[in-house]
């Protein structure tokens, strides 16, 4: 068992930028795909970015082009720019394991002036 930790969540005023962090207990060298997920009060929880071990990246349409998912396998930590971030971005974002069902307790993303 993997355990997650996400850091890096705040308030930011619209067009900002964060960087959140997730540290994982143990190795992440084998897991194939690691991802960032969020939640806003009142919906569903969806995927935001996924990476692969080899770093292949897939995104939802809501952020290309503003937010990126890296990973550095020799630090076992998963990060996600956020960049021009919008109202709408505000939510908790969990850091995820998805196929091996590992997650973090989420970070709170909060967009507002």
């Known amino acids: 068992q993997v355990q997650l930790v996400e850091s890096g969540g705040g308030l930011v005023q619209p067009g900002g930028s964060l960087r959140l962090s997730c540290a994982a207990s143990?190795?992440?060298?084998?897991?194939?795909?690691m991802g960032w997920y969020r939640q806003a009060p009142g919906k569903q929880r969806e995927m935001v970015a996924h990476i692969t071990r080899i770093g292949k990246t897939s995104y939802a349409d809501s952020v290309k082009g503003r937010f990126t998912i890296s990973r550095d396998n020799a630090k076992n930590t998963v990060y996600l720019q956020m960049n021009s971030l919008k109202p709408e971005d505000t939510a908790v974002y969990y850091c995820?394991?998805?196929?091996?069902?590992?997650w973090g307790q989420g970070t709170q993303v909060t967009v507002s002036s």
């Open positions: 995820s394991a998805p196929f091996l069902g590992y």
């Open positions: 143990g190795s992440i060298f084998n897991i194939n795909t």
